[in-house]
């Protein structure tokens, strides 16, 4: 079977047509809608960018570029927002809620991908049943829960750290999409797995996660993007700053800065920087998968 | 490959269990295990219980966090007083408020349902033990014992559940103290009722798993019977369930009777309920007609057909014409609500799953800078939506010189309100002329906006999981199509498309019950101006929820929105399990 | 590949548990709880040693730590952080108070009704409205401010009492509730209309307008030299901005005996009439893009209309704006809602602290802050501070040097003689949504007094609705 890096070329060259023109003509046109999708994603973007390095006079003045770049206002915005106060927490949480998520969902996804038990379509019903209700609905709940569980056992959980992961360590959608893709695993490879001697548990390890390593990245993706942003519950459930998230910090300088449009961009960026730093060094992964694994066999 | 020998042997197995069972039997011939787990029944039962344990961990946070929930909008939803977690029982009084006397005739429609299920389940299970002299009636006892326990353990659990949060408000004032707080949930623990209701839960659930490890037991070890335990368990609940949504109907519409009869007032809730089914029951038989129609070879068969579909669905519209009058006295921003979700819905899922298609298909083909494209794509999921927020109010204003009023300048258009626009975009696009009446005219500018701002938001998100969709698929099968000299649309169809379905699956269902209860894009850029044409069904619901703290009537809109959601992922379901094909 | 991906993954995994083991922070208890009050000491007589006799007998509020959830952020907290500081260093009773921003008045509302509703004791201080207030009441979460007020040992001298301004003082009692006296107000805000000076003499007036009719034409005159649809007054749609205008043209939007709404009286009908004129005529226009302050300030609008909290912000962007375009900073003010009343009656909102029902020694503690806070002499420093208005007459005598600086604060301090409150009705929150909705009806074009009639409707109906829901 291929190697990493003739997998990776053959993916790339499958829409070659012997016809070159043909070829020529097909990028033409890929180019073409990639570029005009790329600017109407990325251009309400450049705004915010733009917007963040002007002056007051020229960010409420519907300009769309400043004269001079004020790069300073990413230091105003940096300590208005006590984002260095927040930053550590922040990824604190961020490692512990993905962390756990990827454990426990790749186990359930697994049970309901590639195993037989009674109940399986009622369990996962339930399971997709919990994305349904709308969220302002399930804050009270939610806080009853994590403040009784905070009374009952010896660690607190309000103001810590258990009320801002464990509720994120397993979620609906990530099983559900790690299903999708280990259910997509030949039979064959489990067969030739137990001949091996391997169990369940190995095989998932050694197997099913490695082949799956793309849907695993984008819940790791994911699973960051949402404990990062997470805005409302890391509110409730914390009254103090000791484990606020970067987020607070965006929040309470918003309501400061409420009409100082160029800082409040500038926190924005700020804060979703460490994200496109990830994705960018990371995105390489999502499409690895099985280009660069191979089947056995 | 040797599967394929293995899967000839099988021709007389269809169900997937027993393929897995006996693929397990070879590993059994090496290794020995207790006599429980000894045998092909014994095997399933291992394999049962490591998928159990596999799932215990996310179950017990989602059960927590996700189920618990549930369980708390369904208590609460019959309870009302403001401000109040143990409210007062109000029965079906918060439906009723919401939409009016269609409530009583949608749970007794979902107790059909149920009925309906549990019959078919077993129909099919007493048909198979006909056909092919199984051993399904066995297992009715074992099955009804233990789904009679199960009720009776989500019975618990509504007896638990009151007194539990009645503990908070005898903690309140000075004797607030976590040891208070601890004796009295062990006080509220052992209370009479409370033990009672969990302990007949237990020996029943618990008589019933033994009956049924002693059918197990019975049954050959190798034997290749299915276990028919599941289909009698679920048709035992679903009438277990229905049972219980009947009686609670049948005693809220007497007591409804018996008020109006108090206060003078007609109330014509059978007629309703019996007019309104009659013509949905028209509206599923004219469907029925009309599909046999198509598989009829004789014209005058499929003609005759044909006619008498039309007929019943005219027939059907007469009676579901009574509707509104049903729903009158309900909400009438739950309704406006609805709507604007559907439009909400339908604006959004189609255009940005399609969009994303294309863009993950195109930045998987062999281009420069894909890097970077994709990070660009990527970026607006990933920006805070504070800031976001800011900038499309900025784009979509009502200012004259705001990006998009100044482009339609250019093209010699007046400036339009925006997200300040009330008025349909249909209506607009009519020019107003004629009067469409509020579903005609179509979502209002303002929500088509802020369509357009989730759309945005979302494409990118949607993009990354086709990616990895994208690159699950072996490259094999492109190698192979290439050999065979398919062009690259024949390979997106015959190979991208079939296998990328488990990922479409996935995408399209978990956008659907996203858009249905999206919330943050639509609460950052909604504007009075709009006049309330913005407020999806989910802002309806925070309203009542944080701004009125009528949690009894938010926790009811939102089962009511869930019920929804649910038919409509039912629905899809159906359709894909056709399509979805996991490689 | 295969084992470095587990390595990663393996790493990730001992990464979490290591971080999950770190020592969790030592849980900062809402209250001190643990902490009894010392046995009976008949003798004990130090400062703020408990009363012998008198309702507060035998209650220490002595080394109590107090927690008091706010939404003041950003240099108002960090001002209010320097005057608490002083307070824990040197109050005789050796209370700490732990002054902590929880974010806006939603998220401390969202807060206490969560920890309601699980039964975690909120901070024994918390700010929330006067309408707040009614909604923790229905779980009997506050306790009645008039027992420490009332208290020979702890509470105000009649002199003290006096000096507060007493229709302040009187928002916190709650008829529905046994005329208990759930909120205490530290600061008060009103409703003002910020105006331009200097672009109002360049067009030839000679200072902000008094009348409904002034304000028009000076509107309309900006409007007009600005030419491009700015210029003039910046709608507010607010509810707040509606019964300001009300209030304005002698009107009111509660009902005589205070239990319901009136929103088709003739003065909000006569308002509604004049804003439409305006926003017709070009003379006002809607900015629906953030604050108005910087449209103020770089001079797209003349007028623009507010809480007088917002001074602070509008002297920054003012002052901003002027060094970034290089020109002279233009003189401005506020001044009174334009009225046809004799007195300028003035909107006057702002939230209230209360106390949570708790431990006595807690509830009396939080108490002896609030008294502490609301004293001349620190009020003045909180005022200075935030640009609050104080709550207490005997204020504006620590303040004089501070209005001297300040001038458009010393126009506003004037006003603050002729008050007017909004209603306080349970339904309060949601009538605001509906009244600006309709606000937004009207100016777009929707029969007056039919959209009021309908409003006041609605605004009654939803108030019977959820006091239904009252038991």
């Not at chain 2, 979502?443 to 906006?449: G, I, N």
């Not at chain 3, 702002?350 to 620190?378: H, Y």
């Not at chain 3, 200075?384 to 001038?407: D, I, K, M, W």
């Amino acid at each position: 079977m291929a190697s990493g890096a003739v997998g990776v070329s053959r993916v790339r060259t499958r829409l070659a047509d012997p016809a070159v023109r043909r070829v020529a003509i097909t990028q033409a046109i890929i180019y073409f809608i990639l570029i005009v999708g790329a600017a109407v994603s990325i251009l309400p973007f450049l705004y915010t960018v733009s917007v963040s390095l002007m002056n007051l006079t020229e960010a409420t003045g519907g300009r769309a570029l400043p004269t001079t770049p004020q790069w300073n206002n990413y230091v105003e915005a940096w300590h208005d927002a006590q984002f260095s106060l927040y930053f550590m927490n922040s990824v604190k949480i961020t490692l512990i809620s993905v962390g756990g998520a990827l454990v426990f969902c790749a186990l359930a996804a697994y049970a309901f991908a590639q195993m037989e038990f009674p109940g399986k379509t009622f369990l996962f019903t339930l399971l997709l049943s919990t994305l349904m209700l709308p969220e302002a609905i399930t804050w009270v709940p939610n806080f009853i829960t994590v403040s009784w569980l905070g009374r009952i056992s010896p660690v607190p959980w309000l103001n810590n750290w258990p009320s801002l992961t464990i509720p994120f360590m397993a979620s609906a959608f990530g099983i559900f999409l790690l299903r999708q893709f280990f259910q997509q695993i030949p039979q064959e490879l489990w067969d030739s797995a137990q001949i091996d001697g391997s169990g369940h548990l190995r095989y998932l390890i050694k197997v099913v996660l490695p082949l799956s390593s793309a849907a695993v990245m984008t819940l790791v993706l994911f699973g960051f993007v949402g404990a990062w942003n997470a805005l409302a519950w890391p509110i409730l459930v914390t009254t103090t700053p000791d484990w606020r998230p970067i987020s607070y910090g965006l929040l309470s300088f918003l309501d400061e800065a409420g009409a100082l449009l160029h800082l409040q961009m500038a926190g924005a960026i700020i804060t979703m920087l460490p994200i496109v730093v990830l994705y960018f060094f990371t995105q390489r992964h999502f499409i690895e998968g099985i280009a660069t694994t191979g089947l056995k066999g | 490959m040797a599967v394929q020998n293995w899967e000839n042997d099988l021709h007389v197995d269809s169900t997937a269990s027993q393929h897995a069972a006996f693929r397990s039997d070879l590993q059994q011939q090496v290794r020995a295990a207790p006599s429980w787990f000894r045998g092909r029944q014994g095997r399933r039962l291992r394999e049962m219980l490591l998928a159990y344990s596999f799932l215990a961990p996310a179950f017990l946070i989602i059960g927590l966090f996700g189920l618990f929930p549930l369980a708390f909008a369904a208590y609460e939803s019959t309870l009302r007083g403001l401000n109040k977690i143990v409210g007062s029982y109000d029965g079906l009084g918060n439906y009723v408020k919401a939409v009016d006397n269609l409530i009583y005739i949608l749970t007794f429609w979902i107790a059909i349902g149920l009925a309906y299920f549990a019959v078919t389940t077993i129909a099919r299970a007493v048909r198979e033990h006909r056909q092919e002299n199984t051993n399904a009636m066995r297992w009715v006892l074992p099955a009804i014992v233990t789904a009679t326990g199960a009720a009776l353990f989500a019975r618990f659990v509504f007896v638990l559940l009151p007194e539990m949060l009645l503990i908070p408000s005898k903690l309140r004032g000075q004797n607030n103290t976590q040891e208070a707080f601890r004796g009295l949930v062990v006080e509220t623990w052992w209370l009479p009722k409370v033990q009672i209701a969990l302990w007949v839960a237990i020996i029943l659930l618990a008589g019933g798993a033994a009956w049924a490890m002693r059918v197990n037991r019975s049954v050959a070890r190798d034997s290749r019977d299915p276990i028919y335990f599941v289909p009698f368990f679920s048709a035992g609940i679903s009438l277990i369930s229905g049972g219980a949504l009947i009686w609670l109907t049948w005693n809220e519409i007497n007591a409804a009777y018996a008020e109006a009869l108090e206060e003078g007032v007609g109330l014509e809730l059978w007629s309703q309920i019996v007019t309104i089914s009659a013509g949905f029951l028209l509206l599923l038989l004219a469907w029925r007609l009309w599909e046999s129609a198509g598989h009829r070879t004789s014209n005058t068969g499929m003609a005759v057909r044909l006619v008498s579909a039309v007929a019943l669905m005219a027939g059907a519209w007469v009676l579901i014409a009574e509707l509104p009058r049903v729903v009158s006295a309900g909400d009438e921003d739950w309704w406006n609500g609805l709507m604007a979700t559907v439009f909400y819905v339908m604006g959004t899922v189609p255009i940005q799953l399609g969009l994303a298609l294309i863009l993950a298909a195109l930045l998987f083909q062999k281009i420069r800078g894909q890097t970077l494209f994709r990070v660009l794509y990527f970026l607006p999921y990933v920006a805070p939506f504070v800031g976001t927020a800011a900038v499309f109010r900025i784009i979509f204003s009502n200012r004259p010189t705001a990006p998009l009023n100044s482009m339609l300048d250019l093209f010699g258009a007046d400036p339009l309100l925006w997200l300040g626009e009330p008025s349909g975009i249909i209506e607009m696009i009519t020019g107003g002329r004629i009067d469409l009446g509020p579903i005609l005219s179509g979502p209002s500018l303002a929500l088509v906006a802020i369509m357009i701002y989730g759309i945005w938001t979302y494409v990118g998100f949607d993009t990354v999981i086709f990616l990895a969709g994208l690159g699950a698929i072996p490259n094999e099968l492109y190698e192979v199509a290439d050999i065979d000299g398919a062009g690259g649309w024949a390979q997106f169809r015959h190979v991208t498309l079939p296998l990328l379905s488990p990922t479409i699956y996935f995408l399209s269902l978990y956008a659907v019950i996203g858009t249905f209860k999206a919330f943050n894009h639509i609460f950052v850029l909604r504007q009075a101006a709009a006049l309330g044409t913005t407020d999806t069904a989910s802002i309806v619901i925070f309203q009542a929820f944080k701004r009125d703290t009528r949690y009894g009537y938010a926790s009811a809109l939102a089962i009511l929105l869930l019920l929804i959601i649910m038919v409509i992922t039912l629905v899809n379901n159906r359709i894909a399990s056709r399509r979805v094909f996991y490689g | 590949m295969n084992t470095k991906r587990m390595w990663m993954l393996a790493a990730l995994m001992v990464g979490v548990l290591v971080l999950a083991g770190c020592p969790a922070p030592a849980a900062q208890a809402p209250a001190a709880m643990e902490e009894e009050a010392p046995a009976e000491e008949a003798m004990d007589s130090g400062p703020c040693a408990p009363a012998a006799d008198g309702p507060l007998a035998g209650i220490d509020p002595r080394g109590q730590t107090i927690v008091w959830w706010h939404q003041h952020s950003g240099s108002r907290e960090e001002k209010l952080a320097v005057i608490v500081e002083d307070y824990n260093a040197n109050n005789e009773c050796g209370i700490v108070l732990d002054a902590q921003n929880q974010g806006g008045y939603n998220d401390i509302r969202d807060k206490v009704n969560a920890s309601t509703a699980s039964g975690e004791q909120p901070a024994s201080l918390i700010v929330g409205y006067q309408n707040d207030q009614a909604f923790y009441q229905l779980n009997e979460v506050l306790a009645d401010f008039d027992k420490f007020i009332d208290d020979p040992n702890w509470g105000l001298s009649a002199e003290e009492r006096d000096d507060y301004f007493a229709s302040f003082i009187e928002q916190g009692v709650h008829p529905v509730f046994d005329g208990q006296r759930l909120g205490f107000p530290p600061n008060r805000s009103m409703e003002v209309l910020y105006y331009n000076l200097t672009w109002l003499e360049e067009l030839g007036f000679d200072g902000p307008p008094a009348t409904p009719a002034e304000f028009e034409e000076m509107a309309c005159a900006a409007a007009e030299a600005n030419g491009d649809g700015t210029g003039g007054y910046i709608l507010r749609d607010d509810a707040s901005a509606t019964a300001s205008w009300t209030f304005a043209l002698g009107g009111d939007v509660l009902n005589e005996d205070n239990t319901g709404y009136v929103y088709n009286g003739q003065a909000t009908i006569d308002a509604m009439t004049m804003l439409k004129r305006m926003l017709d005529n070009g003379c006002a226009y809607f900015f629906t893009e953030g604050y108005p302050n910087p449209e103020f300030a770089a001079r797209r609008a003349s007028f623009t209309q507010g809480s007088s909290s917002g001074l602070p912000f509008y002297a920054n962007d003012i002052v901003t704006i002027a060094e970034e375009q290089g020109r002279d900073m233009d003189e401005w003010g506020v001044t009174a809602i334009p009225h046809t009343t004799e007195n300028p009656v003035q909107n006057i909102y702002g939230a209230d602290v209360m106390i949570t029902a708790g431990q006595p020694e807690q509830e009396l503690a939080a108490w002896l802050f609030i008294k502490w806070f609301t004293s001349p002499e620190v009020q003045a420093r909180w005022v200075e501070a935030s640009n609050y208005f104080p709550t207490r007459a005997g204020t504006e005598a620590h303040l004089s040097g501070y209005v001297e600086e300040n001038p458009q604060y010393g126009e506003a301090l004037a006003l603050l003689g002729h008050g007017a409150y909004e209603p306080q009705l349970i339904s309060y929150q949601a009538v605001r949504d509906a009244a600006e909705t309709a606000f937004n009806e009207i100016m777009q074009g929707a029969d007056i007094q039919a959209t009021l009639d309908a409003l006041t409707e609605t605004a009654n109906e939803l108030q019977e609705e959820l006091m239904g829901e009252v038991q």
